[in-house]
């Protein structure tokens, strides 16, 4: 058996194997290559639909030690761009940007330890303005419908915020995951500051957080909020929310941690337009919003590719989370994007190069040339990156 990352110690299923394994059986698919599950309407309409849920997770139990111990009410604000963010992206990287959205949440809370009416506002308002943001960036059919609040003081010790969106569209706006060896990859910064954003951001986006938070944050703070922590899952570090280590560079380390997750699906929607306007669409293959999986989940997308992909140096952020947890840094890049926020797989051209360009000047997000697709020797897919710390296989 293969040894456990720090990360799988903490109870956490980084790539989620099983949960393809079992409930890949069940579930519909018209198109295994994209990036999320997609249906076909009936008839001959052209129209297809898919659902996707995901939420802020651990992170969540971060924002309330952060509120605790600082009383800024408006860090529960950042869950709803995690959660909205880990759903839009995903339909988006399927292209799933022109159609109607609807988005509904669920709160789980136990209103002893969490302030429930304070982080039920502090939501609303977050809603209201990302809703907003995305209409002002061309999305014009995105309708919240609301959803569950549902106290659960015997399950749940804190929080838990989640979304799900269904999205409609049509076939042939869809990112199919067509991709062929010789494809070039590309990807955007998860740190950094994009257009629409108000200040920078240390590039965290939303995973990991049970690893990162527990060997960041001191031990002191399990026993003053023991609701916060698990058996397995104590806080173990040397840290306080607002202690500002010189690896950060004058942010602090709950800032750093609880940086939001960066509206992906604005920049999608950009990009897309822009490859339409040149007629070029058809050279983009595949998106992968790098979340569960890391660097490496661009391996949920198309069908017998082996991707190569030369890393950038990870922000400061990670090389701290990786000197105070002594996690591999193999580990490190399937726990965490590690300064890659999204690939974009496409076709080896100037001009579709120019067309990432262009979004990237447009939205201010770095962007990177990190490698090429060739064709893997077995079925599934494979992922080989090259970093600073080796080169390391997945598969």
Known sequence: MAEKSKYEELGVDPDKRSVREIFGKIVKNDFP?????????????????TMHADG????????????????????????????????SGDVAASGFVFGRWIINQIININAKNAPKDLIMRQIALRVEGLLKLYESCGFKQIFFLGGETADLPDQVNSVVYDVGVFAEGYDCELVTG????????????????????SFPNSGIMAN??????????????GLKYP?????????????APADKPDALGGITVSQALLSPTRQWAILIR????????????????????????????????GQGILYVKTMPDPPPIFHLIQAES?????????????????????SYSAEFKA?????????????????????????????????????????
């Open 270 to 301: 950009l990009l897309i337009q822009e490859l339409k306007n040149r007629k070029i669409f058809h050279m983009l293959h595949g998106i992968s919003l790098n979340t569960g999986g890391g660097a490496t989940k661009i391996a949920h997308v």
């Open 227 to 239: 609701f916060l922590v698990r058996n397995n899952g104590k806080y173990q570090a040397r840290f």
């Open 56 to 87: 802020d997770g651990s992170k969540m139990v971060q924002r309330l030690l952060h509120y605790l111990e600082i009383g800024d009410e408006q860090i529960f604000q950042g869950a709803v761009d995690d959660a909205f963010s880990m759903n």
């Open 178 to 197: 067509n991709v062929q060896p010789g494809d070039q990859i590309y990807g955007f910064a998860s740190d950094g500051q994009a257009s629409w954003e």
């Open 33 to 49: 290559g994209a990036f999320v599950n997609i249906v076909r309407g009936t008839g001959a309409t052209g129209k297809v639909f």
């Open 326 to 346: 002594g996690e591999s840094w193999r580990d490190m890049y399937k726990d965490f994007n590690c300064g890659v926020g999204i690939d974009v797989v496409g």
């Open 208 to 221: 990991g957080l049970t690893l990162a938070r527990t060997c960041l944050m001191q031990e002191y703070y």
């Open 355 to 395: 067309a990432l360009k262009f979004a990237s000047m447009a939205t201010g997000v770095k962007l990177f040339h990190l490698g090429k697709c060739v064709k893997n020797l077995a079925e599934k897919n494979s992922v080989i990156l090259r970093t600073q710390f080796g080169d390391f296989m997945y598969y």
